[in-house]
């Protein structure tokens, strides 16, 4: 399975922009790039997700590098209740790939 | 409409004592996974099944069974709990590989 890198924490004031970074060098073709949170004490929730361009929703935005080695999750402004783990996680959609987590970033928010 | 519901919440056993986990999704989903995350850790997948009749094995499927006989319930098996299982059990569903999944609430099992 493709492997992503991620920094183990990172800490961001409220209502500034945050980008988290994940490495997937060795990504390959039919990858798509999967972002989950998880807020204390609850299971994960999905995020977003894209396969080559940039992807938008109410959550938060996905930036993919044009050679798709890395990708940057972007929430537009951090709250409070933003604060969790994020996972980067690639997944192949030809079919019958599990969820697999890695370690994931543990962002807080200083109010 | 209830998502991912897990049953039971919280659970204390014995060494050496059975329990089922009990996973219900109402979403019509055909993947299923079970979890485990230790304190401070990240997710491990036990196993998953991608539909109905199938099981699979995760990253960490020694002392755990699964079963999937209906579509909607995806049961996790522990034949004789060990204090190395205590931990919190996630379930959850997809309707493909490349749909978003929904996770359970999870289950709490402390093993004595």
């Known amino acids: 399975d493709a492997k992503t890198t991620q920094p183990n924490s990172m800490e961001s004031n409220e209502e500034e922009p945050v980008h988290l970074p994940c490495n997937h060098s060795?990504?390959?073709?039919?990858?798509?790039i999967h972002w989950y949170r998880q807020l204390p004490s609850q299971g994960p929730e999905y995020v977003i997700h894209?396969?080559?361009s940039n992807v938008n929703n109410r959550m938060a935005s996905l930036a993919i590098a044009e050679d798709r080695k890395s990708s940057t999750l972007i929430l537009h402004r951090a709250t409070l209740r933003d604060a969790a783990v994020y996972y980067c996680i690639l997944r192949d959609h030809s079919g019958n790939t599990p969820l697999v987590f890695g370690k994931g970033t543990r962002l807080s928010v200083i109010a | 409409n209830a998502g991912v519901t897990q049953t039971p919440k919280f659970r204390v056993l014995k060494t050496g004592q059975s329990m089922t986990l009990l996973c219900a999704q109402d979403m019509n989903h055909e993947y299923m996974y079970w979890y485990r995350q230790d304190p401070g850790m990240g997710l491990r997948l036990i196993h998953y099944?991608?539909?109905?009749?199938?099981?699979a094995k995760g990253e960490v499927p020694d002392g755990y069974n699964v079963s999937r006989l209906k579509k909607q319930n995806f049961l996790l098996g522990l034949e004789s709990a060990a204090p190395s299982q205590t931990s919190v059990y996630f379930c959850?569903?997809?309707?493909?590989?490349?749909?978003?999944?929904?996770f359970g609430q999870g289950t709490r099992l402390t093993v004595v």
């Open positions: 959850a569903s997809s309707y493909l590989d490349s749909t978003e999944a929904f």
């Open positions: 894209g396969l080559t």
């Open positions: 099944s991608v539909g109905e009749g199938t099981t």
């Open positions: 060795t990504i390959s073709g039919t990858d798509y």
